[in-house]
């Protein structure tokens, strides 16, 4: 354990993208789980439950089923918070439509177990094994609980850089597009000796006559007149 905080730690966030982010860190998880083939990262928003990132074909391809299903070991484990395990799916009387399904993948045992985050559960680690039982010792069990708990941390963590990100460039747009919009404004007050308000509904109207984004019928008014 000491040494996967070590590698988390050293896991970069800036200038990556989240999907390259919960890649390496779903990597680092299936090397600290006794019997782990194959990991995924489950998240939670809204109650709907999607695979933010894998480690390995086997766990995507019993994730995405659970997903068609609408229920399964790691759905239940990220929205209930409980630690779900399946000692083999050729006998597993649980998720019966599900584990039908599975049974035609590689998938024999797996461990569901919530990521625990600030007093909520925001998602689960899934743990995959083409070995029956592969996590039925106390070791696999314990290592899956301390692995999910630390990771949970990097995982909101990286989740927030994010969406932070994601807010800053939002931001920068918006302010790139009400500049052009504005100078747009500006190149028709002068042409067509009109005031703000009067301009503003020549852009709305020709927005709207040739349904097109604001912001591109402006850039478009802009560019003409800099290309004269």
Known sequence: MQELLRELSRVALAERSLEEVLGEITSLATRGVPGAEATSITLVRDDKAFTAAYDGEMALAADELQYEQGYGPCMDAGRGGVV???????????????????????????????????????????????????FATPESLAAGLDVAETIAVAVAN???????????????????????????????????????????????????RYNRKLRDIAQGIVEGTQQR
């Open 84 to 134: 779900l395990r399946v000692d083999d799916v050729h006998t597993e009387e649980r998720w019966p439509e599900y584990v039908a399904r599975v049974r035609a993948t590689p998938v024999r045992s797996s461990l569901s177990v919530p990521l625990p985050y600030q007093g909520a559960t925001i998602g689960a680690l899934n743990i995959y094994s083409t070995r029956v039982a592969a």
């Open 158 to 208: 990286a989740d927030a850089h994010w969406r932070l990100g994601e807010q800053a460039r939002n931001m920068g747009l918006a302010m790139q597009s009400r500049a052009v919009i504005e100078q747009a404004k500006g190149v028709l007050m002068a042409q067509r000796h009109v005031n703000a308000d009067q301009a503003f509904e020549i852009l709305r109207e020709a927005s709207q």
